[in-house]
């Protein structure tokens, strides 16, 4: 079970540190992978963190903006955007799946991030 946390209502050029906290499941047996979709759009994938691979993955235009991370004593993954923008209010989701990051077969309830202009 994958829980996503830490959306809310932030304005143009502010900070949110979105959380996905696994249960039954190990960060050492999956990556986790951060997604959105935003009102009548495709999702999108955003990045992902591969612990037993080492590895770490951005979409190219969520670099130097949004930052993945890990904490495997709390078995949660983190996703900590800044500098937000009004076009990245959506529906972000994480989830779980395969180590190499590309087929994903856990997901969570999404958390709603809403940007101000």
């Known amino acids: 079970q994958l829980q996503a946390s830490g959306g809310g209502l932030v304005q143009a050029g502010g900070s949110l540190r979105l959380s996905c906290a696994a249960s039954g499941l190990s960060l050492d047996d999956y990556a986790i992978g951060w997604f959105r979709q935003a009102p009548g759009k495709d999702r999108e994938g955003l990045s992902c963190i591969s612990n037993s691979y080492g590895n770490i993955y951005y979409t190219d235009s969520r670099k130097g903006r949004f930052t993945i991370s890990s904490d495997s004593a709390k078995n949660t993954v983190y996703l900590q955007m800044d500098s937000l923008k009004p076009e990245d209010t959506a529906l972000y989701y994480c989830?779980?799946?395969?180590?190499?990051?590309?087929?994903?077969?856990?997901w969570g309830q999404g958390t709603l991030v809403t940007v101000s202009s």
């Open positions: 989830a779980a799946g395969t180590r190499d990051c590309i087929d994903y077969d856990y």
